[in-house]
Structure formats: C-alpha cells, structure tokens
C-alpha cells in the first residue's frame, strides 16, 4: 500500500489544538482527520464516529489484544485512547493525508515507527493559569459528563511540557490567529514539499 503522509498535533489539553486541527482540515482537502477509540464517555457537542469511537472497556481491550491498535495510551487514570491501524492504513488508501490529534506520548509513538512521512508539532501555552483558564471555559461549555477533571488535565499538561524537545516543531499559542498562521506555513511545507 502507498504511503501517504502523517502530521501529529500534540500539546496539553487546552493548548489549542482542536481548533488548530479544524482550522487545518478546512484548509487542506487532502488531509483527514484519524479517528481514535476512547473509553471516556461521549460529550455532548460528539458525534461518535466522527470525533471518536466510543468503546467500552472491554471491546477496547480485545482490541489491544488482537493487534488492531498502531498506539494506543491510558491518557488519563482508566481511560484508553487508541489509534486503529485500520484508520491509517483507510486514511492512505484513499490517497489522502492524515491529521492526529493525539497525546505526547501516542505522537511520540508514531513519529518512531513513521520517522519519514510524519511531521510532529507541539502546540504549548505561556502558562498552567491560561491553560487553566481555558480548561474552564471549555468545561462550563460541553464537559457536563466528563470523567477527566481539570485538575488531573493539569497536572498531565506540566508533564507533557518537558516533551517539547522531541517534536519537530514547537508552537507557544498565545494569539491563536498567529499560531494558525504558522501552522499552514508549516503543513503547507511538508505536504507540498516547498
Ligand atoms: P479528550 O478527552 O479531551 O478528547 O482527549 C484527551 C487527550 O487524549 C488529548 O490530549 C488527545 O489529544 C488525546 N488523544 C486523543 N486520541 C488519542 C489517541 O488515539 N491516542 C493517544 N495516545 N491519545 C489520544
């Protein structure tokens, strides 16, 4: 099967990554979004299928245990996110693209067994107070049956920040037009080569 291409968002819950990621697909026809399996409940604002494939424990696990993930992470304590080889290798066949938006380590992950055709960028905020400020506006917003507190998301986000180093670029979000700005330079670039 041909190979296509792979850009990994990574970054801190909060740091702007979703927004990104959206303002990348209606940018670039010829990428698509991968969709991940999750073992968190659906949100409100979800549509299963299209944000995630919400899984239950056990239909996650027999997954693991048959193969089907290419990553996958226990991002929060108890909750499963994956990434199905199946979506990548589907993604590629239909001769497009693929756009993750995946945690530090599930990225890191797939940078290593697609060092070639991947490009990893880690989206960071200036400070734990905006994140938070962020992770609280987004809660009152759609999280009504969220598992994950901010608290925890915190304190994965300080974590995640010492990972920075290992992606091949790094964006501070502070204004969110720039940032965007940037990011199409940088897609545009690994994707058409300029
Ligand atoms: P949320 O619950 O806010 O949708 O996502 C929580 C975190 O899980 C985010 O950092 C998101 O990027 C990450 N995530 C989403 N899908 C995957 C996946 O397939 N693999 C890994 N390792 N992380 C994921």
């Known amino acids: 099967m041909k190979k296509g291409k792979m850009i990994i968002l990574s970054g801190p819950s909060g740091s702007g990554k979703t927004t990104i990621s959206h303002c990348l697909l209606s940018k670039f026809p010829e990428l698509?979004?991968?969709?991940?399996?999750?073992?968190?409940?659906?949100?409100?604002?979800e549509i299963h299928g299209k944000d995630y494939y919400?899984?239950?424990?056990?239909?996650?696990?027999?997954?693991?245990?048959?193969?089907?993930?290419?990553?996958?992470?226990?991002?929060?304590?108890?909750l499963f996110y994956g990434t199905l080889k199946n979506e990548i290798y589907k993604i590629w066949k239909s001769n497009q693209h693929i756009l993750f938006d995946i945690d530090v380590?599930?990225?890191?992950?797939?940078?290593?067994?697609?060092?070639?055709?991947?490009?990893?960028?880690?989206?960071?905020?200036?400070?734990?107070k905006v994140l938070k400020e962020r992770l609280i506006t987004r809660?009152?917003?759609n999280y009504e049956n969220d598992e994950t507190n901010i608290n925890i998301r915190l304190k994965k986000a300080k974590k995640e920040n010492n990972y920075a180093k290992l992606f091949d670029f790094v964006l501070l979000n502070i204004d969110l037009f720039q940032t965007k700005k940037?990011?199409?330079?940088?897609?545009?670039?690994?994707?058409?080569?300029?």
């Not at 698509?32 to 604002?45: A, E, G, L, P």
């Open 139 to 141: 809660y009152h917003k």
């Open 32 to 45: 698509k979004f991968s969709v991940s399996c999750t073992t968190r409940s659906i949100r409100n604002n």
């Open 54 to 78: 919400f899984l239950s424990i056990n239909s996650f696990f027999s997954k693991i245990k048959k193969y089907q993930f290419a990553e996958w992470e226990e991002v929060y304590p108890k």
């Open 105 to 128: 380590k599930g990225g890191l992950n797939l940078k290593k067994q697609y060092p070639n055709n991947s490009l990893s960028i880690f989206i960071m905020v200036n400070s734990i």
């Open 182 to 194: 940037k990011v199409i330079q940088i897609v545009s670039n690994f994707i058409y080569g300029k």
